[in-house]
């Protein structure tokens, strides 16, 4: 799984965006306007408030209302060979953290949670004793396969991760 699916996946699951398949068979995203957080440029609602860290910035200049999603770019990698394939583990890293009083960090963390099941963790963090905002780490583990020795004339099977079946809309399929 890469980033572009991933960040697809949880702007979904969290309520920032909503995908649908158009016509011509390509996804059409629209801003959700219950989202959990919005960006605000003088007051004006920009944006809703999830972005990928290492792609772009946030300018310092907007505002946060609400819950902030940022899911970091690059994972950590671990790879290893199997009988006849490579398996390559990923850990990728959610920050979510809450600008007002809502308190819907906890929410939003176990919606998370039970989308990928078995294959995320989260920790609480604060920066000092006086920071009363909620902020959670979400670290969410991908495993793909690639079969390096497979005879040419043997049948392959896709074999989908447990984020694709635990997926309920769709937008995987072609």
Known sequence: MNVKQLRQVLE????????????DGRL????????????????????PAFYVQGRQRVPAAWDVK???????????????TQLGGLER?????LY?????????VQEHELLVLRHFGGDASSTYWRKNAEDLSDRVMITIK?????????????????VPSPVEQSHQNSFFDQ
């Not at 609400?66 to 290893?80: H, I, M, N, Q, S």
């Not at 979510?96 to 819907?104: R, V």
Request: with cysteine; aromatic share 14%.
């Open 96 to 104: 979510l953290q809450q600008f007002d009083l809502s308190k819907q």
């Open 66 to 80: 609400g819950l902030e999603a940022v899911l970091v770019e690059k994972p950590r990698t671990r790879l290893w």
């Open 28 to 47: 059409t995203r629209t801003a959700n306007s219950q989202a959990p957080g919005y960006y605000w440029q003088k007051q004006r609602r920009v944006g």
């Open 142 to 158: 991908t495993v793909d396969f690639d079969l390096v020795n497979q005879p040419l004339d043997a049948a392959v099977e896709y």
């Open 89 to 93: 583990c990923q850990h990728w890293t």
């Open 12 to 23: 979904q699951v969290l309520g920032y965006y909503d995908y649908e398949r158009a016509a």
